[in-house]
């Protein structure tokens, strides 16, 4: 082994820890030992070049072998061995190897146990005899064999004198001014006053008292070994000893005393050694310590200082999350003490808690940055400089490389407030994102709340999107207690008055739902519906409906699904702000979920459609808004719906209503087509550019739709109110090139919806389906009658009275626009209509064929009476009696003049029941006209 070990030299670092194979090749030896088989050399040689091989140092090996081969090496061979460790295994270079030999040395001592201890015991005190070489082998060899030492003095019986002689080597070897051999020599206490002071406590007390001078007396490292002593001691015998030997009161002591720095400066040092070693078991003295800390913070000797921050550091490490919140309790409020020294020494404790562990440190600086930055005001010069220094201390354990270099920047901002932006611009244009560890975000953070509030508008906007992007740029765990701080920071510029700064902000507070989930957001969504429906301002209502739509994107259709209800009845509240709030939510919602949006928009659209006619104009300019943003995303993919929809509300009562879908209508149309939107009207240079763009709709539409589509805006064009017909002609303009043709393609579909109108109890409809007949028979001209008419009379022949009511009342306006003329070449066609609708069973069909006779009396005069009149009064006798007189009746309550012409007919001898009984009914049709009539009676 020693030839193996030697041949390998100069040493080779290694980059892991020895392989399987090497562990399994020291299996190997031990199995062969055991068996009583010869050491093979050859064996150790290939085992060597193996690890060679795979860059791992064959001394490693060598360190491993001899650790299988303790249980068999015997008597002879401890000296040999203990003495290779001491010369070479114990000060190897290779951190691993060492660690190895070090192992290796104690399992020797720990199996061969009290046999080994007369042949081992003389070989450590002599080492330990000689002069310690000042060099960082000899310190390594000289801390191996004190852990030797240590573990061989447990064999020896408790009243053994040999127990004190390796005491006091242990003590001799604290003085060495070396921190490896003063760790090593404290261990090596602690283990061996376990079980020798157990049954001696006269003992513990006087190697307190010992170690307690040694913090006063000799050099600094003599002092920091007697610090070293006193951690191994209570690591020993346990916590409770600082109180039964009065250790800490000494320590108390010795802090107060002013008139020796030695004494404060040494207790610093035990201070700093027992947190370091005992960790969080110490933390009960925490709010004895935390007063003499901030006091030695300020103290007049430099050195004393310097042992604070030392001792401040460790203690911070050493810390759990109940000891932080301690800490933070007791120096906080010394931040407020009157006394600039108190809050020097505070500062410069805060700073040192940058040395917490990870997850404390994430705990306490949301706490400490902002009120050092607050201390940055102070009036007194040093306590600025030391919240500058305490901030700086914050920065320098930062590990990110790439925010590292951000840190001088970040301090600057946060004692300049001028340079908040310079500081944001940089983060903001870092690429990639850094990713920001605990402290690093403390030092952010500030800075982002602070550019939140800040005048310019790019600022706010960097630092909200700076916030948003935390949730990638840190872990959850680190950023979850800034969550409370920047949340009402959030919240108060969501309600900001420039749109890019409200879209940056909810944006990030949909990131931060995504990245933190809803436990660490709880309430936000409860805010932003109540403040969707605020009276405040419109602004406020836009913010948060942005906010909430960002958030139930991030979180999915479930939440949205949850609140849809809620939002619906919004939209028909009473009170215009919580209308226009919730309308503010399909403003972005459309943009925010997309695609998934799609399944929603038939239980949500005509909703928003009813509002277009609400009273307030506010409300009306968002709906439509909020129509038009429907319309841009989902005009191809939902084409049909929206069509459809729209449609029907060009016929609702409200005139808003149809105002605003034949604008959207038309913007649908093209939108759908891929055409460009034109709402004006188009010129002669434009026509091939009109052609093209209409042959794209009507192939969207196809036959059907388009003329369904047309005759709706044909209709709209008619419409009672002025802005609808205006609106409702440019949308024709845009999407028909050829209007007459477009209109002979849609006549019969147009008449029977006039028909249908026409027949209705709506006045408002029935007053557009006549301007709409007006306006086709104007159009028409001579083709009026032989183009309409064969229509009407196949409504007339309809087995719906409405559909005949409507058909008359179509004729009406026909016959009342028509050219006289044209009436008179066409009575043969117009009268057999007209004479079937008088005698309808239909009372309603047969006043208004009474209205169409009057029309058409009025335009030909006496031709109409004498084609109509005769042939009611032949019908008398017949089985169309009883029908032909109520037709007749409902002429003369029309037409009362016709009674003279009508009256000799009847009269005429013989007179007969049939006559008699019809004489009757008239006179009662004719009322107060029958009296100038009566010389025909007569």
């Known amino acids: 082994i020693l030839d193996v070990y030697t041949a390998t030299l100069p040493p080779q670092i290694p980059t892991e820890a020895p392989s399987a194979a090497a562990v399994g090749g020291k299996k190997k030896l031990v199995k062969g030992a055991s068996a009583g088989a010869p050491l093979s050399m050859r064996q150790l040689r290939e085992e060597a070049e193996h690890m060679e091989r795979q860059g791992r140092p064959a001394r490693s090996g060598a360190a491993l072998a001899l650790a299988a081969l303790c249980p068999a090496l015997c008597r002879e061979h401890l000296p040999i061995a203990a003495s290779f460790f001491m010369q070479k295994g114990f000060g190897d270079q290779d951190d691993t190897t060492r660690e190895q030999m070090l192992r290796a040395a104690l399992r020797l001592v720990s199996h061969h146990g009290a046999d080994s201890f007369p042949l081992l015991l003389p070989l450590f005190e002599a080492y330990l005899a000689q002069p310690a070489p000042d060099s960082l082998e000899h310190d390594y060899i000289r801390a191996g064999v004190i852990l030797s030492l240590g573990a061989l003095a447990r064999y020896l019986p408790s009243d053994s004198p040999k127990i ?9 070897t604290l003085k060495v001014p070396s921190e490896p051999v003063q760790r090593c020599a404290s261990r090596c206490l602690s283990r061996l006053i376990r079980w020798t002071v157990q049954a001696n406590r006269e003992m513990g007390m006087q190697l307190s008292r010992r170690l307690l001078d040694s913090l006063v007396a000799g050099s600094y490292g003599e002092r920091r070994g007697a610090a070293y002593g006193l951690a191994g001691m209570v690591k020993g015998l346990g916590v409770p000893v600082l109180q039964e030997f009065g250790i800490f009161e000494a320590l108390k002591t010795a802090l107060e005393d002013k008139n020796h720095p030695n004494m404060r400066e040494g207790a610093l040092l035990a201070l700093e050694i027992l947190f370091d070693t005992m960790r969080t078991k110490m933390e009960i003295y925490i709010v004895h310590v935390m007063p003499l800390l901030l006091t030695t913070y300020s103290d007049t000797a430099p050195a004393v200082r310097k042992a604070t921050s030392e001792a401040a550091r460790t203690l911070m490490q ?17 931040l407020n003490d009157k006394n600039w020294r108190t ?26 940055v902002p009120r050092l930055a607050n201390v940055l005001m102070d009036t007194h010069i040093k306590v600025q400089t030391a919240a500058q220094d305490a901030l700086r201390v914050i920065g320098s354990v930062i590990q990110n490389a790439a925010v590292k270099k951000l840190v001088p920047v970040l301090l600057d901002a946060l004692m300049d407030p001028a340079k908040t932006h310079t500081a944001l611009h940089q983060l903001a244009n870092e690429d990639p994102p850094p990713t920001l560890d605990a402290p690093s975000l403390s030092l952010v953070v500030p800075i982002c709340r602070r550019g939140l509030h800040e005048r310019q508008i790019e600022t706010k906007r960097m630092a909200a999107l700076i916030a948003g992007n935390f949730c990638l740029m840190c872990s959850r765990d680190v950023l979850l207690p800034y969550i409370q701080l920047l949340l009402p920071d959030l919240r108060q510029v969501l309600c900001d008055p420039i749109p890019d ?21 709880e309430g936000v969504v409860p805010w932003l519906i109540d403040t969707v429906a605020t009276e405040s301002s419109q602004v406020e209502r836009s913010g948060a409906a942005q906010g909430l739509c960002e958030v139930i994107a991030a979180q999915g259709v479930a939440l949205w699904e949850e609140i849809m209800p809620r939002i619906l009845q919004g939209l028909i509240d ?10 503010h939510v399909f403003l972005y919602l459309p943009v925010t979920l997309a695609d998934l949006f799609q399944p929603y928009i038939e239980s949500v659209f005509e909703s928003i459609v009813n509002t ?6 506010l409300v009306r300019e968002t709906s439509t808004k909020v129509c ?10 939902c084409f049909d719906l929206l069509l459809a929809s729209l449609q029907r509300s060009l016929v609702h009562p409200n005139w808003r209503i149809r105002h605003s879908t034949t604008m959207l209508l038309g913007e649908l ?8 939107t034109t709402l004006i009207n188009i010129d002669e240079t434009a026509r091939t550019e009109a052609i093209s763009r209409t042959r794209a709709i009507f192939k969207l539409l196809g036959p059907e739709r388009k003329a369904n589509v047309l005759a709706s805006l044909y209709l709209a064009r008619c419409d009672t109110s002025p802005v609808v017909r205006q609106t409702a002609v440019r949308v024709w303009k845009s999407v028909v090139s050829n209007s007459p043709k477009a209109l002979r393609e849609i006549l019969p579909l147009l008449i029977n919806i006039l028909i249908g109108h026409l027949a209705t109890d709506s006045e408002e409809k029935r007053e557009i389906a006549r301007h709409a007949l007006t306006d086709i028979a104007a159009k028409l001209a001579e083709r009026v009658v032989p183009t309409i008419m064969p229509l009407l009379h196949a409504q007339l022949r309809s087995t719906e009275d409405s559909s005949r009511e409507g058909a008359c009342h179509g004729l009406t306006a026909v016959l009342s626009n028509a050219n006289r003329q044209l009436l008179q070449d066409s009575l043969a066609d117009i009268m057999p209509s007209l004479r079937q609708a008088l005698c309808d069973p239909s009372e309603r069909v047969r006043k208004a064929a009474a209205h169409s006779f009057g029309a058409l009396m009025h335009a030909v005069g006496h031709l109409a009476v004498e084609e109509i009149i005769p042939r009611l009064l032949d019908s008398l006798g017949t089985e169309e009696e009883e029908l032909a007189l109520e037709g007749l009746k409902e002429v003369l309550a029309i037409k009362s003049g016709i009674l003279s012409q009508v009256l000799p007919k009847l009269i005429k001898p013989p007179m007969t029941l049939n006559n008699a009984r019809a004489l009757a009914g008239l006179a009662s049709a004719a009322g107060p006209t029958l009296p100038r009539s009566r010389h025909t009676l007569t």
């Open 612 to 617: 277009l006619a609400h009273d307030q104009e």
């Open 318 to 334: 050493a810390l759990t999350e109940h000891g932080v919140s301690s800490v933070l309790r007791q120096l906080t409020h010394r």
């Open 164 to 172: 004190a002689d390796t005491l006091e080597h242990i003590l001799k």
């Open 628 to 637: 038009r943003i429907f319309v841009e995303l989902y005009g191809v993919s």
């Open 574 to 583: 009473p009170q215009p702000h919580v209308v226009d709030g919730n309308l």
């Open 501 to 521: 700064v409200r879209s940056t902000v909810a944006k990030s507070f949909g990131m931060w739902y995504q990245g933190l989930g809803e436990d660490a957001m």
């Open 669 to 676: 149309l093209h939108r759908a087509a891929g055409t460009r």
């Open 343 to 368: 809050k020097l020494g505070a500062i410069e404790l805060l700073g040192s808690m940058a040395y917490c562990a990870p997850k404390q440190l994430a705990f306490c600086l949301p706490d400490i």
